[in-house]
């Protein structure tokens, strides 16, 4: 299980960079001090950064096999996951408003949310597959199917 877990949370992650280089391509960063509703630099980066963290946890786990690093891990994930679910509602919101705009890679003024040009093919198995390894740790961790 705990393997699964450590192949599924590195796709997850894949997935995630493939987004977050979608972002920043967009020009994310330069639209954060923008008004509205979006995507900014922190929340996005927390995620990030806190799931590498959770990551490294857990191949430490696998490695050691530590069930306090596989709690602190499952813990860390658990935060990935809500903010992963704030950034879907962002995206979702501002989605159901209307499309993403495709002019120009640095976007104007008042133009679409970088977050707006995320394929819905990636955000969709990005999502599934990080709630996925979210069952597959506590699985591990709760030493279900060993």
Do not use: C, N
């Not at 658990?78 to 989605?95: D, H, K, N, P, S």
Request: aromatic share 8%; proline share 4%.
């Amino acid at each position: 299980m705990k393997w699964a877990a450590l192949i599924l949370w590195v796709i997850t992650a894949l997935g995630g960079f493939g987004l977050l280089g979608i972002w920043l391509q967009r020009g994310g960063m330069a639209q954060s001090s923008q008004p509205g509703r979006r995507i900014r630099p922190p929340l996005i980066f927390g995620h990030m950064l806190l799931a590498a963290t959770g990551l490294v946890l857990w191949i430490i786990y696998v490695a050691a096999d530590s069930k306090g690093i596989a709690w602190a891990a499952f813990v860390l994930l658990l935060i990935v996951a809500t903010l992963g679910f704030a950034m879907f509602a962002l995206w979702l919101q501002r989605r159901g408003a209307g499309g993403a705009s495709t002019t120009a890679l640095a976007p104007a003024e008042g133009e679409e949310p970088a977050e707006q040009h995320f394929p819905v093919a990636i955000v969709g198995a990005h999502g599934l597959l990080a709630a996925t390894t979210l069952v597959l740790v506590l699985l591990a961790v709760l030493d279900v199917g060993s």
